[in-house]
């Protein structure tokens, strides 16, 4: 079971998303907010920069020496009772928890939000294999009764309104009753759930770092569904991408100092908790078996590649609160699991970058996303790798390749390229009528459709540069 | 199974590349990552750790609170709490076996606990005053559940254990092995997922207070 990616249509679905009126008051709402949040955390934080290297550096290190990590992770994790599985694709890891969940006579599967799970379609394989799947995740639960992907790897509801959802558990929580105040709202998904957390037979959970000396699988949460999920059911299994490994418990904190701050400006999310094991002889609760499928899908083709940096993510999405384009489209345009400028790196490698080709294009290299990245991966360079493939691939359009190449042609004849800017500026300061902003322009109507062309001002650069304007 | 295994270390090993480091060699470059773990967690120089914690855990942000008491005013500070908040004498309890001689006869106190459990008691083994954070280890004196299923979470804590940050912490399973589960609790349960508005008591508990033991010793 893969997901099925959509991002063919990214052109369309942003241009339908810039005239949602919901998803626009949405995301206005939210980014802001989080924007702000991360900003006051570090803010109070000194150490940022230090700790920021830091966790770059382990990250590097970790992919350097994966190998070692996933033997000596599995070694661990088996020593402390962890049955460990390995799945080379998509396919075979969601075949591995299926299976697991039909030997445990599962009926009803409680699951945590993992990013991981989505991307390997995990939701639909337990659909499709017949089981009562529940999500806990407030967010996507609001996603699951809506039916919805999620639209932000933290806050998966995130395009939803608050009066959307009050909906939404009106008519799913059988009390029918339209809560206009939001924590009533938390409290009825509350109830709802408390009850499927004691009818799971199985939980499943991703993992935000694998503990490699000492086989601990931690993960964090704010609501603490992480805990109901992987503590109440007789079988709990955790599906984790390989790129997931840190050497040890100390290299786990410093990314954790960063994770909670990047993506809530936190000091440190509200449960923090390492898993190593099942129950033990005495415990009165915990799981029966505890099993760990570490997953590929793709991850090793990243490694072997130029984009391989990507795989330092830590899926803290602060490079989506800060992305200008994600601000105005949301989520969903970006037609896969992953969104912003992360998505538009992982999107192309995971689904096709002949399906995907608009999405390192859909990005105005403006830098924020790498200013705010804590562990420091060039994102707007691996988009410029990805625009350059794309080219080599013959996957721009011909509109667009002959437009460059009549720029590049006169680009390399400076006098041509000085008296064509020269008279173009002219022309564009006339056709503004001296508005300052060109709402229409002919040939380049899908660019003035959503937005308008500043108009120019004073000159070329060379002329301005020999005025003597520097 | 193992067939996937060797696949995915074996495209691991060829997009790397090159001679295996051996891995004393990579421990030691795992240890030189963090030569300094003052350089990576926030100073608090000049407040006292106490100081910190309590400060940290009542915040706004985390949303606890606490008193401070010696030992023998135990019961009478939970028996308080439990009326002031209109809340029933039965409460679940876990307890470690030194605070089961105090005198716990104005309550109905039981050992296990339900799906909706208004109050539990539990005893936290550590906190970190850089973030005002609770360690609970699992072990069978201390089921896990306990800690995230009430609606109030009573919260009991030696000052002497705090330490000042979470790496004081992990010190302690360099020699012993980590327990089934270590939770890490820093306040209430709480949600930013609709519309990114913070609510409390999503699905763990919507209230913890704090009562922190300062008894000499």
Same mark, same amino acid.
């Given at each position: 079971?893969?997901?099925?990616?959509?991002?063919?249509?990214?052109?369309?679905?942003?241009?339908?998303?810039?005239?949602?009126?919901?998803?626009?008051?949405?995301?206005?709402?939210?980014?802001?907010?989080?924007?702000?949040?991360?900003?006051?955390?570090?803010?109070?934080?000194?150490?940022?920069?230090?700790?920021?290297?830091?966790?770059?550096?382990?990250?590097?290190?970790?992919?350097?020496?994966?190998?070692?990590?996933?033997?000596?992770?599995?070694?661990?994790?088996?020593?402390?009772?962890?049955?460990?599985?390995?799945?080379?694709?998509?396919?075979?890891?969601?075949?591995?928890?299926?299976?697991?969940?039909?030997?445990?006579?599962?009926?009803?599967?409680?699951?945590?939000?993992?990013?991981?799970?989505?991307?390997?379609?995990?939701?639909?394989?337990?659909?499709?294999?017949?089981?009562?799947?529940?999500?806990?995740?407030?967010?996507?639960?609001?996603?699951?009764?809506?039916?919805?992907?999620?639209?932000?790897?933290?806050?998966?509801?995130?395009?939803?309104?608050?009066?959307?959802?009050?909906?939404?558990?009106?008519?799913?929580?059988?009390?029918?009753?339209?809560?206009?105040?939001?924590?009533?709202?938390?409290?009825?998904?509350?109830?709802?759930?408390?009850?499927?957390?004691?009818?799971?037979?199985?939980?499943?959970?991703?993992?935000?770092?694998?503990?490699?000396?000492?086989?601990?699988?931690?993960?964090?949460?704010?609501?603490?569904?992480?805990?109901?999920?992987?503590?109440?059911?007789?079988?709990?299994?955790?599906?984790?991408?390989?790129?997931?490994?840190?050497?040890?418990?100390?290299?786990?904190?410093?990314?954790?100092?960063?994770?909670?701050?990047?993506?809530?400006?936190?000091?440190?999310?509200?449960?923090?908790?390492?898993?190593?094991?099942?129950?033990?002889?005495?415990?009165?609760?915990?799981?029966?078996?505890?099993?760990?499928?570490?997953?590929?899908?793709?991850? %090793?083709?990243?490694?072997?590649?130029?984009?391989?940096?990507?795989?330092?993510?830590?899926?803290?999405?602060?490079?989506?609160?800060?992305?200008?384009?994600?601000?105005?489209?949301?989520?969903?345009?970006?037609?896969?699991?992953?969104?912003?400028?992360?998505?538009?790196?992982? %999107?192309?490698?995971?689904?096709?970058?002949?399906?995907?080709?608009?999405?390192?294009?859909?990005?105005?290299?403006?830098?924020?996303?790498?200013?705010?990245?804590?562990?420091?991966?060039?994102?707007?360079?691996?988009?410029?790798?990805?625009?350059?493939?794309?080219?080599?691939?013959?996957?721009?359009?011909?509109?667009?390749?002959?437009?460059?190449?009549?720029?590049?042609?006169?680009?390399?004849?400076?006098?041509?390229?000085?008296?064509?800017?020269?008279?173009?500026?002219?022309?564009?300061?006339?056709?503004?009528?001296?508005?300052?902003?060109?709402?229409?322009?002919?040939?380049?109507?899908?660019?003035?459709?959503?937005?308008?062309?500043?108009?120019?001002?004073?000159?070329?650069?060379?002329?301005?540069?020999?005025?003597?304007?520097? | 199974?193992?067939?996937?295994?060797?696949?995915?270390?074996?495209?691991?090993?060829?997009?790397?590349?090159?001679?295996?480091?051996?891995?004393?060699?990579?421990?030691?470059?795992?240890?030189?990552?963090?030569?300094?773990?003052?350089?990576?967690?926030?100073?608090?120089?000049?407040?006292?750790?106490?100081?910190?914690?309590?400060?940290?855990?009542?915040?706004?942000?985390?949303?606890?609170?606490?008193?401070?008491?010696?030992?023998?005013?135990?019961?009478?500070?939970?028996?308080?709490?439990?009326?002031?908040?209109?809340?029933?004498?039965?409460?679940?309890?876990?307890?470690?076996?030194?605070?089961?001689?105090?005198?716990?006869?104005?309550?109905?106190?039981?050992?296990?606990?339900?799906?909706?459990?208004?109050?539990?008691?539990?005893?936290?083994?550590?906190?970190?005053?850089?973030?005002?954070?609770?360690?609970?280890?699992?072990?069978?004196?201390?089921? %896990?559940?306990?800690?995230?299923?009430?609606?109030?979470?009573?919260? +009991?804590?030696?000052?002497?254990?705090?330490?000042?940050?979470?790496?004081? +912490?992990?010190?302690?399973?360099?020699?012993?092995?980590?327990?089934?589960?270590?939770?890490? +609790?820093?306040?209430?349960?709480?949600?930013?997922?609709?519309?990114?508005?913070?609510?409390?008591?999503?699905?763990?508990?919507?209230?913890?207070?704090?009562?922190?033991?300062?008894?000499?010793?």
């Amino acid at each position: 079971m893969t997901v099925a990616y959509t991002s063919q249509h990214f052109k369309q679905e942003a241009k339908a998303a810039l005239v949602e009126p919901n998803l626009q008051r949405a995301l206005d709402r939210t980014t802001t907010l989080l924007q702000g949040r991360r900003a006051e955390a570090y803010r109070a934080y000194a150490e940022f920069e230090t700790t920021r290297d830091a966790g770059s550096a382990i990250k590097d290190h970790v992919l350097c020496h994966l190998d070692h990590y996933l033997e000596a992770f599995e070694r661990n994790a088996v020593a402390a009772g962890c049955q460990v599985h390995w799945a080379a694709t998509a396919e075979e890891a969601c075949r591995i928890v299926v299976d697991l969940c039909q030997q445990a006579n599962a009926k009803t599967v409680t699951r945590v939000k993992s990013m991981l799970g989505e991307e390997i379609g995990l939701p639909e394989a337990l659909d499709e294999a017949g089981f009562d799947r529940v999500e806990t995740d407030l967010a996507e639960h609001i996603n699951q009764l809506a039916g919805d992907r999620p639209s932000h790897i933290v806050i998966p509801a995130l395009h939803k309104t608050q009066e959307q959802v009050a909906e939404l558990f009106a008519q799913h929580h059988g009390h029918g009753r339209v809560i206009e105040e939001v924590g009533e709202l938390v409290q009825s998904a509350r109830l709802v759930l408390r009850e499927k957390y004691f009818a799971a037979d199985v939980g499943i959970s991703g993992a935000n770092f694998l503990v490699a000396d000492t086989g601990a699988v931690c993960t964090v949460t704010n609501e603490g569904n992480a805990e109901l999920t992987m503590q109440l059911p007789r079988v709990q299994i955790v599906t984790a991408g390989i790129e997931k490994l840190v050497p040890s418990l100390d290299h786990a904190g410093v990314l954790l100092r960063l994770l909670a701050r990047s993506a809530l400006g936190m000091e440190i999310t509200q449960y923090t908790t390492f898993l190593t094991g099942a129950r033990r002889p005495g415990d009165r609760d915990g799981p029966e078996a505890m099993h760990i499928v570490l997953v590929d899908a793709g991850r %090793t083709d990243i490694l072997a590649d130029e984009i391989r940096s990507i795989l330092k993510c830590i899926r803290c999405a602060a490079c989506i609160n800060h992305c200008p384009v994600y601000s105005q489209i949301g989520g969903h345009a970006y037609g896969g699991i992953y969104q912003g400028p992360m998505g538009s790196v992982l %999107t192309p490698a995971m689904a096709s970058l002949a399906q995907a080709k608009d999405l390192p294009h859909a990005c105005t290299l403006n830098g924020r996303c790498v200013e705010v990245c804590p562990v420091k991966i060039p994102l707007t360079d691996l988009m410029r790798t990805l625009r350059e493939r794309t080219w080599r691939e013959q996957l721009v359009d011909r509109p667009t390749r002959f437009g460059l190449g009549l720029w590049a042609a006169v680009a390399k004849r400076p006098a041509l390229y000085r008296f064509t800017t020269r008279w173009a500026i002219r022309a564009l300061k006339l056709w503004s009528r001296g508005r300052g902003a060109i709402r229409f322009l002919p040939f380049a109507g899908a660019f003035t459709a959503s937005r308008d062309l500043p108009a120019p001002e004073g000159g070329t650069f060379m002329d301005r540069y020999r005025r003597g304007e520097r | 199974m193992s067939e996937h295994r060797a696949r995915i270390l074996g495209r691991v090993r060829q997009a790397l590349g090159g001679e295996r480091a051996s891995a004393d060699a990579i421990g030691r470059e795992a240890a030189a990552l963090i030569p300094d773990l003052a350089a990576v967690r926030p100073s608090f120089e000049g407040e006292a750790v106490l100081d910190r914690f309590l400060a940290k855990a009542t915040s706004e942000k985390v949303t606890a609170t606490a008193e401070r008491l010696v030992a023998r005013d135990l019961p009478t500070a939970v028996q308080r709490y439990v009326e002031s908040n209109q809340l029933a004498s039965e409460i679940a309890c876990a307890l470690p076996a030194e605070l089961m001689t105090l005198d716990w006869s104005a309550f109905t106190l039981k050992h296990v606990i339900d799906r909706n459990e208004p109050v539990a008691l539990t005893f936290a083994e550590a906190g970190i005053a850089e973030t005002g954070t609770l360690v609970f280890p699992s072990s069978p004196m201390v089921p %896990t559940l306990f800690n995230f299923l009430p609606l109030h979470h009573l919260v +009991v804590l030696r000052a002497r254990s705090i330490v000042p940050y979470m790496e004081d +912490v992990w010190r302690r399973f360099d020699t012993a092995p980590l327990p089934r589960s270590l939770n890490l +609790v820093t306040g209430t349960s709480g949600t930013a997922d609709i519309e990114g508005k913070n609510v409390r008591g999503a699905h763990g508990p919507r209230f913890m207070r704090i009562f922190l033991l300062e008894d000499a010793g």
